[in-house]
């Protein structure tokens, strides 16, 4: 069916965002993508420049950091040092995406695609989105925190605030649930449990007794329990539950800091996939539309200019290289997946013997509800897209003076470079493990942190000025403690300062 | 179904709070910038802001980051000639994201030294008055204001012709021809509605004479109406003007300045910032602010501004020879009438012996009648000499025309230059 494109000029109005809003809702639901109920905004760039400072969310509570962080961002664009972009989607039911008022009408159809589409059904559909964040409450959660955090500063003085919120800032990677937490129970259930606990001893009772070795008992009896008794790894939580001088107002201004953090953990977990099923259904879509005739040629080049200039991957020796690009990956992966249920090769059906042939909408809508970006690459990331990407594996020892280059695109390498490229996605792997190992509870109340090393990697300097933050909240001296996979302790850290000791 | 809202706009400047948290929190080392830059910077030049470059070390918010070493692989793109097993020497640590290896910057948090940003000229000026608490500078009756200017205030019902306002006027004649035939108009259409009604009917007697009544009401009711004027005298409406004296918008700064060899650089930087104060203060009074420097020892000359704070002369004192020179400035270029003249002088008090008394003389005579304002300001630890003394003897006779104080340190000279303008707030 062959219409008449819906416009052919540059400039947008209000009345052609709509049309194209309607006509892309429409093929997206022939995709059956589930999306939010969209809000689109249009801003200009001052207030993109806001948006950025206050890490992309609609209202903020005020810090220090967010002034910093606008200040170089304006400083930066005004100087035509960077480019801001083009929008920003925020997880939020209605969701809202801001549209800058500079795109050409291709741009605002592009970007309703990417954002108001794909963006806003991979928040709807993923699973790390529907177990940690709550799009229909995160606005008034917002609200709620800026006006409790600026009642606080009334009360209690700017300074102290601040001062709260920077130690928090500071752990805040380190105040986000990995597992979901058992329910807290209800005195029947506790009730319940306590007297089929009751039971359950009793009845082996006999054998305790028979078995019961008094030495063993007291030396037990000597060395302290640990409190907690299992290390914790969400410090800011525990901080929260357990300091012992913290005010009430002080340990909301934690849980705020922490809700925060929980609310943008999926993000930072999904990121190649979440652009890369947002890139992947802006093609399709504009691709969709310009087969229905509704864009023309011209629209359409425009669109592919910036479509590729958004998916370009500069190989590691060029000098705009910065890293891997997640949209690339991303987009063409889901491409890949395509690709591989429409027209599988021997070789996928050899990789993918469950998804080869498969119907193709199915398998990435399944694909894009239950992974995070390690899972997703280690279980899709196929040779032949290595092989497109020439990616490779190098190997980077301090103990050595020389990389090595340990995977190629060759099949003895595919398996490698996929779970390499997979655990560069792996929070668990690019952030140090930090958890709460003891407090000594009966003495003088310190607090020990232990940092378990992987892959001999130490902590960086920042970790005293982080001990520090620390100190401010728990109140007591603070321990850190490097510990190496034989339970080795070879460098430790204090706050107050002593020296700072390397044990080895 | 999709919302599409204009936000545009909606307020900007959500992030003034938190830009200002910034400002704060970093005041210290913005403060010596702009005292950096305050040096470098002419006096004439603070229309506009400063960047503003300050450590980013200091400004980290630190976090547990891996630090470098260990064992890491990483997934780089772009294979050219690389197979499994080549080794290579590790490049060279914080290299340009170009090369292979090390091109992880995001990994080690890397970014730049320095952290710039620009602060608008109001903010500089904060800066730069801080610790002397910059007070409301403006809001001061200046006097002798010699033009008036008209502006339309409201409206009157007693003027000429010229300035009336036919809308204003219409409008009330109109109110006040509802108002007196407002009553009449209503019964007049009750009269008529009836008029036809019966002129619809059959007629009959009692009709007929009801008809005759009837149209006798609408005709007395109309001539009534009638009487009601269309537009009467006191619908006119004015437009009225006042005058208000307004303060001649040119102004003219003369700055007089001992240069001899008992002047060092250090007073000399002191003058430059009460010479900036002043300009500050008076250029937000008016719309146009000229300077004129004039530097003397023993003889006095008009300088340029590079000139008159950074050369270097040795030799005596005569400060007459400025004053002279600074009554002959007034008196052939900025006549009484169009200019706001302010003199401010700065000396280290130092001045040759028989000079004063006609210091005094001139002042009293020649200057002080032609300006709106002279300060002097002696920047000096010692004791005051004679021309301290002689100037004394002037404040009481012009006591809203002259004032002098001693400025000992530079954290006097904001205090000073309040007291130095204070005396005309009543």
């Known amino acids: 069916m062959q219409r008449e494109p819906i416009s052919s000029d540059a400039q947008w109005t209000f009345d052609l965002i709509e049309q194209y809003d309607a006509e892309i809702a429409r093929i997206a639901a022939h995709y059956k993508l589930d999306t939010y109920p969209n809000q689109i905004e249009i801003i200009n760039a001052e207030q993109m420049m806001d948006a950025y400072a206050s890490v992309g969310m609609p209202l903020h509570y005020n810090h220090w950091s967010y002034g910093k962080r606008f200040l170089d961002t304006s400083q930066n664009y005004q100087h035509g040092r960077m480019g801001l972009a083009y929008e920003i989607v925020i997880n939020s039911d209605p969701c809202i995406a801001y549209l800058m008022e500079e795109n050409s009408m291709m741009m605002q159809a592009l970007v309703i695609a990417h954002a108001c589409y794909g963006h806003n059904s991979f928040f709807k559909g993923n699973y790390l989105f529907r177990t940690w964040t709550d799009a229909s409450a995160i606005v008034d959660y917002l609200v709620f925190a800026k006006n409790y955090i600026g009642k606080c500063e009334e009360r209690h003085g700017v300074d102290a605030v601040e001062s709260m919120l920077d130690a928090c800032h500071a752990l805040m990677n380190f105040g986000v649930n990995r597992y979901i937490r058992p329910p807290s129970l209800t005195p029947e259930q506790e009730i319940r449990n306590i007297e089929e606990r009751e039971e359950y001893l009793q009845r082996h009772i006999n054998t305790l007794w028979t078995s019961f070795n008094p030495k063993q008992n007291d030396s037990e009896a000597e060395s302290k329990p640990n409190f907690p008794p299992e290390p914790e790894e969400n410090l800011l939580y525990f901080i929260e539950k357990n300091a012992p001088l913290l005010k009430p107002w002080q340990r909301e201004i934690i849980r705020i800091v922490r809700k925060m953090a929980q609310y943008f953990y999926p993000q930072k977990q999904t990121q190649v996939m979440n652009e890369g099923w947002a890139c992947f259904w802006h093609y399709t879509l504009t691709d969709k539309m310009y087969r229905e005739g509704l864009i023309n040629d011209g629209f359409m080049m425009e669109f592919l200019q910036a479509h590729t200039s958004v998916i370009y991957q500069p190989p590691f020796d060029n000098p705009y290289f910065s890293g891997i690009n997640p949209y690339t990956l991303g987009f063409n992966m889901m491409m890949d997946i395509k690709r591989i249920c429409q027209h599988p090769t021997q070789e996928d059906r050899e990789w993918f013997p469950d998804i080869a042939g498969s119907p193709w909408l199915t398998t990435l809508d399944y694909a894009m509800r239950n992974f995070k970006d390690e899972s997703f690459i280690l279980q899709y990331l196929s040779p032949r897209l290595i092989r497109e990407l020439k990616l490779f594996s190098i190997l980077d020892k301090s103990s050595s003076s020389h990389l090595k280059v340990s995977a190629i695109h060759n099949e003895s390498g595919y398996r490698q470079i996929r779970s390499d490229l997979a655990n560069q996605y792996n929070l668990g792997y690019l952030e140090p493990n930090i958890q709460i190992f003891n407090v000594d509870v009966t003495g003088d109340r310190s607090l020990t942190l232990r940092h378990y090393i992987h892959q001999e990697r130490p902590l960086a300097e920042s970790a005293n000025s982080v001990l520090n933050h620390i100190q401010t909240l728990w109140g007591f001296d603070i321990h850190l403690e490097s510990v190496t996979s034989n339970n080795e302790i070879i460098k430790t850290y204090h706050c107050p300062n002593k020296t700072n000791l390397d044990v080895t | ?426």
């Not at chain 2, 640590?93 to 995001?106: E, K």
């Not at chain 2, 610790?131 to 809001?139: A, Q």
């Not at chain 2, 004791?383 to 004032?403: D, P």
Request: overall charge neutral.
């Open chain 2, 1 to 426: 179904m999709s919302f599409i809202i204009d936000r545009r706009l909606n307020s900007k400047k959500k992030s003034t709070v938190n830009r200002q948290r910034f400002l704060k929190r970093y005041r210290k080392q913005i403060k010596k910038a702009v005292e950096d830059s305050l040096n470098k910077r002419s006096i004439k030049d603070l229309q506009h802001g400063e960047n503003i470059t300050i450590d980013r070390d200091s400004t980290s918010e630190p976090y547990f980051q891996h630090g470098r070493g260990g064992t890491q692989t990483r997934v780089y793109p772009g294979n050219k000639e690389f197979v499994t097993g080549d080794e290579f020497p590790r490049p060279p640590a914080g290299g340009g994201s170009g090369n292979s290896g090390s091109g992880d910057a995001s990994d080690q948090g890397i970014g730049e030294d320095e952290f710039t940003f620009h602060i608008n000229q109001a903010e500089f000026l904060d800066f730069m008055f801080e610790g002397l608490e910059l007070p409301n500078l403006i809001k001061k009756q200046l006097k002798s204001t010699t033009s008036f200017e008209s502006h339309q205030a409201g409206f009157t019902s007693h003027s000429s012709p010229d300035r009336l306002h036919l809308t204003r006027s219409l409008r009330i004649a109109y109110a006040r021809r509802i108002a007196l035939s407002g009553s009449s108009s209503k019964e007049l259409s009750a009269l008529k509605k009836r008029l036809w009604q019966l002129e619809a009917e059959p007629v009959d007697d009692q009709s007929a004479l009801e008809l005759k009544q009837l149209k006798q009401k609408i005709t007395l009711l109309l001539e009534n109406k009638k009487r009601v004027p269309f537009l009467d005298t006191y619908d006119l409406r004015y437009r009225n003007y006042v005058r208000t004296p307004t303060p001649s918008t040119k102004a003219v700064i003369i700055c007089v300045m001992d240069v001899s060899g008992s002047m060092t650089q250090s007073i000399k930087e002191l003058a430059k910032r009460f010479f900036t104060l002043l300009y500050l203060f008076i250029q937000k009074n008016y719309q146009q602010t000229e300077v004129v420097f004039i530097r003397h020892h023993t003889r006095a000359a008009e300088v340029d501004e590079q000139e008159f704070f950074y050369s270097r002369e040795t030799g005596g004192t005569i400060v007459s020879s400025a004053l002279q020179l600074t009554a002959d400035v007034i008196e052939q270029r900025y006549g009484h009438d169009q200019y706001n003249v302010y003199v401010a002088q700065a000396s280290d008090g130092d001045n040759w012996d028989n000079d004063s008394e006609l210091c005094h003389k001139l002042l009293k005579d020649k200057i002080l009648p032609m300006v709106q304002y002279f300060a002097y300001v002696e920047i000096t630890q010692g004791v005051h000499q004679n021309l301290w003394h002689e100037y004394k003897k002037l404040q009481s006779e012009f006591e809203r025309e002259f004032a002098m104080q001693q400025v000992r340190s530079s954290a006097d000279i904001y205090p000073v230059f309040r007291e130095l303008f204070a005396s005309k707030v009543d």
